[in-house]
């Protein structure tokens, strides 16, 4: 498996790798609302397009490819609204890890974090000194907290009753558990 930067070939493999896993993850979630799962691709979709747009300079997509094939993917930029909103700006200069998706036929191979460590040695070559990412998934969330420990933020019942939002602040050189 490699890691390599987007490229606007690759346009087509990771939009049906976004629809994928974002189907996946709304089946795992026990979500059935299509709006909100048509807006969440249609995010990912804009975000995939600033990278190309802005050269990385606003959104800065890595894709892991094996065989070929994308299987993997995850981006980095500007902490998104949301995490603004819930944190009152006070990451609005910090860098988010977000997108990260992996196949759900890949997933539990390391991929994900292959692709974490994959961004933050860019990020650390590029003066960034720490980041911060955001989960509303509770299967994700369990995930994140094993391998980052507990949430900076917990926006409580974001979502709806016992639905929070949880935003984890690191520093590059920080180790996270595995």
Known sequence: MKIRRALLHDKEQLQHLFRT???????LNNLSDEEDKAAEYQTKIHYLQSDFDTEGQEKKFFVAELDERIIGCITYGKANQMINEITHDALKETFE??????????????????LIDHVRE???QNGITHYCLDCGYKTAQV????????????AQDYWGKNDDHLIWVRVIDETYLK
């Open 122 to 124: 860019d990020m650390k």
């Open 21 to 27: 896993v974002i189907d996946d993850t709304f089946r």
């Open 97 to 114: 890890i977000g997108t990260l998706y992996v196949h759900p036929d890949y997933q539990g191979n390391r991929i994900g974090s292959r």
């Open 143 to 154: 995930k994140w907290c094993r391998k980052f420990g507990e949430p900076t933020y917990n």
